[in-house]
Structure formats: structure tokens, C-alpha cells
């Protein structure tokens, strides 16, 4: 959701900070800002409503000196967006914040602050931690001391960072259920929400923990605990290439990331499975004997994630023998579950830092979950620091906010836990060799499904005029329809909704005219009989089908049915493979909305607010 970045140095920052502003555009935002300590200790500032650009243009107008800056782009929480509720926030002319998260506790503090004659100028949660500080400040000897002290009065999520302009030379973060990274530089440091903000000036990097404060200057970091103790946190160099935002050939970057899918599925298998064979330490130290003990397996994951966790519920019954849940990260935390005996947690996110999984895993520890696994996109995330074991999809850096290849190698890292917990419970080896072939045929699989493109390019021209559509799947290809629908509504804003086919003559028949297109889902499997005879109840209704089918499905166009052949694969892989057309069907509808494919409206890439 919201980014932050911060620095301080002996140069000029704006255009630092600028630059790791757009960096971060892909997790949703809806205005920017930012603000410098300039040569006179005066605080100076820009604020626009809107991209980034906008604010970069500002600058070039009238640009901003001084080497120590923090700058924002705004998710709305609390107020519209606007340039008045759009981040820093000041408070006497002296203090800056930016913060992500929510303060809920917010409309007491402001009352109180109100009291004490402080006056605020926006509708913002955030704008209460500014007059915190400088309120604090007259009764404390440092920056640092006041923000401690602020922070025990906070309740809810933050990531916040503070500026002072007569100390000039520092700049204090704090972290609660938000994250925030530290960037080492040489003679200067670096603070944001992400580290891909700040990969063109540093690649060494130190994750803040739950409930620490920082204290960053050109020279040094001193971090603090929960408690004010110091405390060291381990800074790593990281090999991630800053050129991962760059669209290069592609219009955007949602298309981009979905024909990066063979690579990235090739890097996820990568060293993980040899000949045929699976190390279950790719799950981490230990992995084998948790695993060997495993009885059930409770899943946690939000929207996408979500749907990668329903296919897993599948493949870990049928080939693997384990029982499974599955449950929206933010029920679960709210809901008193039964913990069964031996229970694996195993939550899955692309960031690592989505609030309600992180929120989920914690509780988990508390329920007494014999062990956690994460499975991940980001290392150093949240998640993976906090779970028991950890598996690293490898699908690089996602940009576009309609995840695709994220996706598809969380169902590969699944499949790969599949395969380590059957292992470890009996699963025959011929088995456990047909799962490892089908994974390692799966990259040119979906290059040949990506070569479907020209086609379904002309499909979705039938969708122009359309503001419903209905997705069928059965069996592990259900989750996969919901996935399409998603990817659908997220995009091309038409609203888009799946069903388990089974379910179409229990209530769904209803919408069936012939302005919905139904969009089905049909590889050759032990369901495609039954799949037929719902599309048969369909087509009985006016019904205009679109259907993705292999060619041993024997499914044939006419006028109420158009079919894409989709290359034959093996039943084991066959979701994977089928989320590919889904995704370009919702990318070139997209294209016909004119809506913005990477940036949709309302969303956002990481949501690390409740």
C-alpha cells in the first residue's frame, strides 16, 4: 500500500527520494509527497494529488535542497485523497511525519491534542503523531526519547518516520505491523517500506522487527527494541537488480511479468528437485522431521494467495494423504478455531508483510500449531523471519498489481510441499517421479500456452461491451476460475464472479443470459463428463460459452461456444497451466476498457493495513 522513503546525506535527496517513490508506484496509491531540511533548517515541501510524475514535475519547477528528506505516496485510510490529507504532515514548522498503517486509537489523541491547543489541517489518522512529537519533545532531550514515547500511545499498525528541522542531521523510524527497511550507505543511509525503493543507491539492507525504533544519521544506525533496549539487527547484502522495473518490449507490466512466468517457474524449480528427486530442506533446516509428524495442514492467505491455497487443498488430500483447511487470512484471525493434533500453519503471501497472513501466523503461535511455513516472494520479508520454515517462489519482482507470476510459483511451491509432506507419509516413489516430471515439463508448457496469445486477443473483443461475466471450473480447476474471475474485476473493473459448476443449477442459472458470458475451464480429467452436462444446462439457457479445453476434451465452436485449444499436459500441473489464458483474457480486456492494466483503481500491491 502506501511507500515511504527516507535519507539522510551530505547531497541533495529529492531526487533520491523521487526516484524511490516510483519505485514503489506498483503497490497503489492515490497522491505523493515530500519534504527536506534545507541549509537554514526550514522544512520545505511539495505535495501533489495523484502520480508521481505529477510531484517530479513540481520539483522541476521549484526544487527542493538539503540532504535530509522523507517523501510518501498515500493510500487513502482516513480522508480523501487530497493534497491536504496527502503526507508529510507537519506541526509548528518544525516536525515532518509519514506513517503507513492505521492509528485507531487517532480520534482520542486528537481530542486530547486539541485540548492541549494543537490544530490540525487534515482528516488523517497520521497528522496526530506530529503534534505527539513536538508535544513530547518539550519534555524530552532527544528526538529519539520523544518518538519512544509517542510510539506506547499508538495503538494499531505503523510504519512511521519522523524529521526534526532544528536537529537536521537524523531522522527516527518506528515500526508496528508495517514494514520498514534500513539502507546502509557510505557516508549516508536510507530508510523505506520496501527495499526495492532504494536498490539504485544501496544494496545492503537491515529488516526492522516488531516494535523497534531507529535512530539514523549519515553515519550511524542505533536501533532500539520494544523495550529501548539496543539491539542489532543483521544487515545483508542483497542481489536483486533494480532493473526489474523496467517494462522493456511490453506495454505493461502485467504483461510483461506473465510471459516471465516459464523463467520464473524454472527459477523456483531450480536446484529444488534433481532427478526427479526433491531435498525437503529446500523448506529449511529441520523441514523432514517437522514434516514427518504432520497430521493436518492449515492454510492462511488473502485474495490471490487465497486462491493458490485452494488448489493446494486438493493436491495435498489426494496425492499426499494429509487433511487440509483453507481459510481467508482475515476470518481466521477473528475466528476460535479448533488447532487439530500435529497441525502445520502455512501461510502464503507474495510480500511477506500482508497484515492480516503476518497477524494470522502470530495467533497461529499462540493456538499451538506444531509449526509455521511461509511461502513467499520476498526473502527477509515478515513472514519468512517469523515462520518455523520458508519456501522462496523465485518469481523476482512483481510490479503489476494483478498477480501472475507470483501465482504460479506459489502453486509450484505448493505442489513442492505436497510432494515433501507425501514423502514423508508413504507416497509411492512412482508417484512421487510422475509429480517431479510434470513440474520440470512445466516451463515449456507454458510457453506453448503463452503462444495462445493472438487468440485470445481477438476473444476478449466480445467482452468490449459486457459488465458481467461467469466463471466455471470443477474440482482443483475451481479455485482456478475464481482466480480468473479476479483477475477479471481487479482490471477491466466488469464484475466477474466463479462457481464450482456442480453449484450452477443450485442458483447461478439465473444470470444465465445471453449478455453474461460464461468463461469455463476444461482440461481432460475424471470430471470433464459432468463439466460438459453443465455446459450443456448453459447453452440450454442462451447461454454464450467461452471455453478453454485441451483437445482430448472433444469440445467443438458454434455459435453458442467458442473454444481455445489449450496444449495437452499432464492432470497433476494442468491448474498451472490453465491460469495462463485466464490471466491474458483479463489483460487484453483491460486493454479494451482502457483502464489501467498495472495500477487498478482502489488497489493496492501490498496490503499491509487490517
Known amino acids: 500500500m502506501c511507500g515511504i522513503v527516507g535519507a539522510v546525506a551530505q547531497r541533495d535527496v529529492a531526487e533520491i527520494l523521487v526516484e524511490g517513490l516510483r519505485r514503489?508506484?506498483?503497490r497503489g496509491y492515490d497522491s505523493a509527497g515530500i519534504a527536506t531540511v534545507d541549509q537554514n533548517h526550514q522544512l520545505v515541501s511539495a505535495k501533489r494529488l495523484g502520480k508521481v510524475q505529477a510531484l517530479a514535475q513540481a520539483l522541476q519547477e521549484t526544487p527542493l535542497n538539503g540532504g535530509t528528506g522523507i517523501a510518501h505516496t498515500r493510500w487513502a485510510t482516513h480522508g480523501a485523497p487530497s493534497e491536504v490529507n496527502a503526507h508529510p504532515h507537519f506541526s509548528n514548522n518544525n516536525i515532518a511525519v509519514v506513517h503507513n498503517g492505521i492509528i485507531e486509537n487517532h480520534q482520542q489523541l486528537r481530542n486530547q491534542l486539541q485540548g492541549l491547543g494543537y490544530e490540525f489541517t487534515s482528516q488523517t489518522d497520521t497528522e496526530v503523531i506530529g503534534h505527539l512529537v513536538h508535544h513530547e519533545?518539550?519534555?524530552s532531550d532527544?528526538?529519539?526519547?520523544?518518538v519512544q514515547k509517542v510510539v506506547k500511545q499508538l495503538e494499531g499498525a505503523y510504519g512511521t518516520v519522523v524529521m526534526d528541522s532544528t536537529d537536521k542531521d537524523r531522522i527516527i523510524v518506528a515500526r508496528s505491523g508495517s514494514p520498514l527497511v534500513i539502507g546502509y550507505g557510505l557516508g549516508e543511509n536510507f530508510i523505506a517500506s520496501d527495499m526495492m525503493a532504494l536498490l539504485p543507491v544501496t544494496r545492503k539492507f537491515a529488516f526492522l522487527e516488531e516494535g523497534d525504533v531507529a535512530e539514523v544519521t549519515r553515519f550511524d544506525v542505533n536501533i532500539f527494541d520494544v523495550n529501548g533496549k539496543p539491539v542489532q539487527r543483521e544487515a545483508k547484502e542483497v542481489s536483486v537488480s533494480h532493473d526489474s522495473g523496467n517494462k522493456g518490449e511490453y506495454r505493461h507490466f502485467m504483461l510483461k511479468e506473465t510471459y516471465e512466468q516459464p523463467i520464473a517457474i524454472r527459477n523456483t524449480l531450480e536446484g529444488r528437485l534433481v532427478a526427479n528427486r526433491l531435498d525437503i530442506n529446500t523448506f529449511g533446516l529441520g523441514a523432514e522431521d517437522i514434516f514427518k509428524d504432520i497430521e493436518h495442514v492449515q492454510i492462511v492467505a488473502c485474495g490471490t494467495s487465497y486462491h493458490s491455497g485452494m488448489v493446494a487443498r486438493y493436491w495435498l488430500e489426494s496425492l499426499a494423504g494429509v487433511s487440509c483447511n483453507i481459510e481467508i487470512a482475515s476470518e481466521f484471525r477473528y475466528r476460535k478455531s479448533h488447532v487439530p493434533k500435529n497441525a502445520l500453519?502455512?501461510?502464503?503471501?507474495?510480500?511477506?508483510?500482508?497484515a492480516d497472513t503476518l497477524a494470522a501466523l502470530r495467533l497461529a503461535k499462540e493456538l499451538g500449531y506444531k509449526a509455521s511455513l511461509t511461502i513467499c516472494n520476498v526473502d527477509g520479508s515478515s513472514l519468512v523471519r517469523e515462520s518455523d520454515l520458508s519456501f522462496m517462489t523465485k518469481a523476482g519482482v512483481e510490479i503489476g498489481v494483478a498477480s501472475t507470476k507470483a501465482f504460479t510459483t506459489q502453486l509450484v511451491g505448493l505442489m513442492m510441499m505436497t510432494l515433501a509432506l507425501g514423502k514423508t507419509h508413504?507416497?509411492?516413489?512412482?508417484?512421487?517421479t510422475e509429480i517431479a516430471q510434470a513440474l520440470m515439463t512445466l516451463p515449456s508448457k507454458l510457453e506453448e500456452v503463452l503462444a495462445l496469445a493472438g487468440s485470445i486477443e481477438e476473444l476478449a473483443e466480445d467482452f468490449a461491451d459486457k459488465h458481467h461475466a461467469l466463471f466455471l471450473g470443477r474440482g482443483d480447476q475451481y479455485p482456478i476460475a475464481m482466480e480468473g474471475a479476479l483477475k477479471l474485476k481487479e482490471i477491466s473493473y466488469i464484475h466477474a464472479e466463479a462457481y464450482a459448476a456442480g453449484e450452477l443449477k443450485h442458483g447461478p442459472l439465473a444470470l444465465i443470459d445471453a449478455e453474461m458470458p460464461?468463461?469455463?475451464?476444461?482440461p481432460k480429467n475424471d470430471l470433464i463428463e459432468k463439466l460438459k452436462s453443465n455446459?450443456?444446462?448453459?447453452?440450454?439457457r442462451g447461454g454464450l460459452m467461452y471455453v478453454f479445453a485441451d483437445s482430448n476434451a472433444n469440445f467443438a465452436s458454434d455459435d453458442t461456444m467458442k473454444v481455445i485449444n489449450v496444449p495437452v499436459c499432464d492432470e497433476l500441473i494442468a491448474p498451472i497451466v490453465y491460469t495462463i489464458p485466464l490471466?491474458?483474457?483479463s489483460y487484453y480486456v483491460a486493454i479494451i476498457k482502457g483502464t489501467d492494466v498495472d495500477q487498478p483503481r482502489n488497489l493496492a500491491k501490498s496490503v499491509t493495513v487490517e
Open 583 to 585: 490471466q491474458l483474457l
Open 137 to 139: 519533545l518539550k519534555t
Open 345 to 354: 500453519l502455512v501461510t502464503i503471501s507474495q510480500s511477506g508483510e500482508t
Open 518 to 522: 460464461v468463461i469455463v475451464v476444461a
Open 24 to 26: 514503489l508506484e506498483y
Open 535 to 540: 455446459v450443456e444446462e448453459v447453452r440450454a
Open 426 to 432: 508413504g507416497m509411492s516413489e512412482q508417484l512421487q
Open 142 to 146: 532527544s528526538l529519539l526519547a520523544a
